[in-house]
């Protein structure tokens, strides 16, 4: 079965770069990881692999550099440059990393070894495939450090990783990708961690570097904004399958297959800059207390052993008003979490004051806290952590009710039936542990949790990032329909702003704990008055391929 | 809705949670560990009916005799079977293992606790640990008999201070990470008090970690028992303990080397069957 893509005229001659043919990957396990995947990437080219978490698409990357987990059956063909991998001994497999395959990993804070510098680590990377000098390794490292354009190489190459940002981690980790020349990059979710303008800068340099050394890339992503600016083929997993594959434009303009327009139907999307904005009509305003009232905010991390203490936020002011859905967005590092904790009170504000439904949160007593308590709720962001494991869905639902010590035994049931029903979920998962649900149920419970006592303020860390975006779809519309229906004011923190924008009517942009614009959603992202704004709303991702974005831009 | 099915469905879902959580014990390793520990808890349990003779009864004739059909294990040095006096001796340890252990497990769990619920609480405890944990448990068991004289109670305070620090120590860690977990703060921000964070949450979650301690605990404080007993610094003769048969056994090595063998295998039982336990649980809390 041959799948029509982009034909270069050096890949008719010579065998393709990476060529997977029918790849099968068992685990002990119900199904495959991976049942039959067909990939190609030829020299120069970038081949995105897209999927959601369980599609296989890690899986058929380790395949290809010999790094499978214990347990795990590989057949099918492997070949690089005519070459075949699996089955390869250890040694063979040795020699082909590096020089023949090289992996970018996806976090760049444990990447790269802690206690070596950058320079001793590009230096083991050149001298695995052969003896380099030592003055020569370190002249090596440095070109190395200024390809993947890394300011003053000459003295970062003596730094430590943690001397470096999140950003100049990734550029390390690149620098140690290419330090043998390798022919083919394996890049898996290289700019997940990072914040938005630092991944546009990674992608920009990793289309350059593709030019530059004419490696092919394979990039393993699920953000469809990534594929779109970045690729030139697209492979498209589900299960373990290839359900869909075309060249990028034909991909996005007209995709086939259903779960592909699924896929694409389900990324959240800002407005593009030609679309009138659409002015949703303002709550009313000062009809009585806001829900959340942030007056002139400071938040500091007290000093610790050898560490001055630390101003997280400074001088916030912004409020919820009631049935009000407020997005709180920033990169990492902005404040916006620590924010969200001084609004629930798990930190207390070093100046100004926080006001939840009118009470000053400094001065209440621990029984009135409780007591305003009542009317407030986190959803938090980590899945895996949001619920105790030991409590059943039913019990961490009714503990609202438990501890409030409202109704009885009948009646809390029959609310966690209500509230079950509220976020779609089947009566039967009652009884199950967290262990037994998948990420996004996890979170509609946590939002059921946080509805139980019909709060006025919700407070919304990241709810949905940790999420596949197909599920993350779904559990952004079940929390705009619920707050419509049920009209609670909202605190949404995210750092997505395409997600933000979806679900607020208002939105304060933080940076470096100071606010620097705020306003109502459609007015910020759509005619961004700050310049930091502006930036960030460019540098999102679009679901749209990166010439078609250039040329609507440039129009 | 079908809540008659569900709360059908609940109990049974518990009792597979619980049968996976300690489905390590019924098989392999921990198996085995089990049924060594259980063997000699049985033994020591029926000492008084399994016993041919009295544990400090004196036989006319048989001086450090060897194994033999009357006397199992042999005879020691003033004519006591010493069979009898090992079942007997199997009891000290049990009130060690089984008393002692958990007692200074569950004071050290309430100090690790609470004690970061108050900052200054919370510096004075851990420096308070601090001390005892400096002291090697020996030193710590001299001390402890010089102000208290030799004897059972001896022992248990000796193992409930050793064990002590540790636990303290291990719960306020757990107690730390889990008190910051994201459903900890969920439920302290919709009202939740903190004696219902520690009840509901904070306790569960943190005392899992602890059963592999626990195991631990338990094969060194039969290890300190011995080594107090041994010294000189335990049980006072004429009462049995193992340890105390170890040293009459070494004492009369050259004369009746089968002596220290019943006394021996004991102890390695307790010890390796409590370790053995300690790994299962935790390889199968790794998985």
Redesign the interface.
């Known amino acids: 079965m041959t799948v029509p893509h982009l034909h270069r005229a050096d890949q008719t001659a010579a065998p393709p770069l990476l060529r997977v043919r029918d790849l099968r990957i068992d685990f002990a396990h119900p199904r495959p990881a991976v049942e039959g995947i067909d990939v190609t990437v030829g020299r120069g080219e970038i081949v995105a692999l897209v999927g959601e978490s369980g599609s296989g698409k890690s899986m058929t990357a380790r395949a290809v550099i010999g790094l499978l987990p214990r347990g795990a059956v590989a057949t099918g063909s492997i070949e690089l440059e005519g070459r075949e991998v699996l089955g390869a001994s250890e040694e063979d497999l040795r020699r082909l990393r590096g020089a023949g395959v090289a992996m970018v990993f996806q976090e760049p804070q444990t990447a790269p070894n802690p206690v070596r510098t950058v320079g001793w680590q590009l230096r083991e990377a050149l001298r695995a495939h052969g003896a380099v000098s030592r003055a020569e390794a370190r002249e090596r490292a440095v070109a190395l450090l200024r390809q993947v354009e890394i300011p003053d190489p000459e003295t970062r190459v003596d730094h430590y990783p943690h001397q470096l940002s999140g950003g100049q981690k990734q550029r390390v980790v690149l620098a140690l990708a290419l330090a043998n020349e390798p022919s083919l990059l394996l890049a898996d979710e290289p700019t997940t961690a990072l914040d938005v303008t630092v991944q546009a800068e990674i992608l920009a340099l990793l289309g350059r570097l593709r030019d530059e050394t004419g490696a092919g890339v394979l990039l393993i992503t699920h953000n469809m904004g990534v594929v779109a600016r970045l690729a030139q083929r697209v492979v498209v997993l589900r299960e373990g399958r290839v359900v869909e594959e075309a060249p990028v434009r034909r991909l996005f303009a007209e995709p086939e297959h259903p779960y592909t327009r699924q896929l694409l139907g389900a990324v959240p999307r800002l407005p593009s800059g030609s679309e009138p904005p659409t002015l949703a009509p303002p709550p009313e305003a000062g009809a009585s207390a806001a829900a959340l009232r942030l007056d002139d905010v400071r938040v500091v991390y007290p000093a610790r052993r050898g560490q001055a203490a630390f101003t997280a936020v400074d001088g916030v002011t912004f409020e919820v008003r009631r049935g009000e859905v407020v997005g709180l967005v920033g990169e990492s590092g902005s404040g916006k979490t620590t924010l969200g904790r001084a609004a629930?009170?798990?930190l207390p504000a070093a100046a100004g004051t926080v006001h939840v439904g009118g009470a000053d949160l400094a001065t209440l007593s621990?029984r009135a806290?409780?007591?305003?308590?009542?009317g407030?709720?986190?959803?938090?962001?980590?899945p895996a952590?949001?619920?105790?494991?030991?409590f059943?869905v039913?019990r961490?639902i009714a503990?609202?009710l438990d501890?409030?010590r409202v109704g009885d035994a009948a009646s809390r049931?029959a609310r966690v039936?209500e509230l079950l029903d509220a976020v779609r979920l089947d009566?039967?998962l009652?009884?199950?542990?967290p262990h037994q649900l998948s990420g996004g149920q996890r979170q509609r419970v946590?939002l059921a949790?946080?509805l139980a006592?019909d709060p006025t303020l919700l407070?919304a860390d990241e709810p949905t990032s940790a999420l596949d975006v197909s599920i993350q779809a779904e559990v952004l519309e079940l929390f705009t329909r619920l707050q419509r229906e049920l009209g609670f004011a909202c605190l949404f923190v995210s750092h997505d702003l395409a997600v933000v924008h979806q679900v607020s009517d208002r939105v304060v942009v933080l940076r470096e704990g100071l606010v620097v614009e705020q306003g109502p959603a459609e007015r910020v992202f759509g005619a961004p008055e700050h310049d930091y704004t502006r930036r960030l709303v460019a540098a999102v991702p679009e679901p749209v391929p990166a010439e078609e974005a250039q040329a609507r831009r440039v129009s | 809705m079908s809540t008659a099915a569900v709360t059908e469905v609940a109990p049974a879902e518990g009792v597979r949670a619980r049968r996976l959580r300690w489905g390590a014990l019924a098989h392999g390793q921990g198996l085995v560990g089990v049924v060594m520990v259980a063997l000699v808890v049985v033994a020591g349990l029926l000492a008084p009916v399994l016993a041919p003779y009295d544990p400090t009864q004196q036989i006319p004739g048989a001086n450090l005799a060897p194994p033999s059909a009357a006397h199992w294990l042999g005879t020691d040095e003033v004519n006591r079977d010493i069979l009898s006096r090992v079942l007997h001796g199997i009891r000290i340890d049990l009130v060690v293992v089984f008393l002692a252990v958990p007692v200074g497990a569950a004071l050290g769990v309430a100090l690790g606790l609470l004690s970061p619920l108050h900052a200054w609480a919370d510096v004075a405890t851990q420096r308070l640990l601090d001390v005892l944990l400096a002291f090697p448990v020996l030193i710590l068991a001299i001390t402890a008999t010089a102000a208290m004289g030799p004897g059972l109670r001896t022992i248990a305070v000796v193992i409930v201070l050793a064990e002590l620090p540790i636990f303290g120590r291990l719960a306020r860690t757990s107690v730390l990470k889990v008190r910051a977990l994201p459903y900890v703060e969920s439920a302290r921000v919709m009202g939740a008090g903190e004696t219902w964070l520690l009840r509901k949450h904070v306790l569960p979650n943190s005392l899992e970690p602890l059963t592999v301690q626990l195991a631990v605990s338990m094969s060194v404080a039969v290890f300190i028992e011995g080594a107090m007993s041994f010294l000189g610094l335990g049980v006072r003769p004429p009462d049995p303990s193992l340890g105390s048969l170890i040293k009459d056994g070494i004492r009369n090595v050259w004369e009746a080397p089968f002596f220290v063998v019943g006394p021996l295998v004991v102890v390695s039982m307790l010890v390796l069957g409590f370790l053995l336990v300690a790994q299962a649980i935790s390889a199968q809390r790794r998985r």
Do not use: C, F, N, Y
């Open positions: 629930a009170g798990l621990a806290l409780r007591g305003v308590r009542r407030l709720a986190l959803v938090p962001q980590d952590a949001s619920l105790d494991p030991r059943t039913a961490s503990e609202p501890v409030h049931a039936s009566p039967g009652a009884q199950r542990r946590a949790r946080g006592l407070i």
